[in-house]
Nanobody
Framework: QVQLVESGGASAQVGGSLRLSCVAS????????MAWFRQVPGKQREGVAR????????VYADSVKGRFTLTRDDAETAVYLQMDSLVPGDTAMYYC?????????????????WGQGTQVTVSS
């Protein structure tokens, strides 16, 4: 069983930065595919960034490319989402997901484990 705990959500100004953390208990992120999603009320959960665990390769949604960076710590017990140049459209609940079943990386149904979410609010 894997438990994921996100933190780092907060209120920020347009153009500001935040760093979200996701810590895994039960195992490390070594060779474990994981992703960050976000969701606003009334909308589907949206894939933001994904880490291919075995390759340490990352992919990003077009809406965040060049502004967000997903990294993993050396001990592989935590992953981080550095969010820069924030815009109001980044306002959402952010979720960490792990253990990908295959298929589209940005399909939330393809992940087994989820955290409880952390709220990000961006205002001008």
């Amino acid at each position: 069983q894997v438990q994921l705990v996100e933190s780092g959500g907060a209120s920020a100004q347009v153009g500001g930065s935040l760093r979200l953390s996701c810590v895994a208990s039960g195992r490390t992120f070594r060779q474990m595919d994981m992703a960050w999603f976000r969701q606003v009320p009334g909308k589907q959960r949206e894939g933001v960034a994904r880490l291919y665990g075995s390759e340490a390769k990352t992919v990003y949604a077009d809406s965040v490319k060049g502004r967000f960076t997903l990294t993993r710590d050396d001990a592989e017990t935590a992953v981080y989402l550095q969010m820069d140049s924030l815009v109001p459209g980044d306002t959402a609940m952010y979720y960490c997901a792990a253990y990908w079943y295959g298929g589209d990386w940005d399909n939330p149904a393809r992940y087994r484990y989820w955290g409880q979410g952390t709220q990000v609010t961006v205002s001008s």
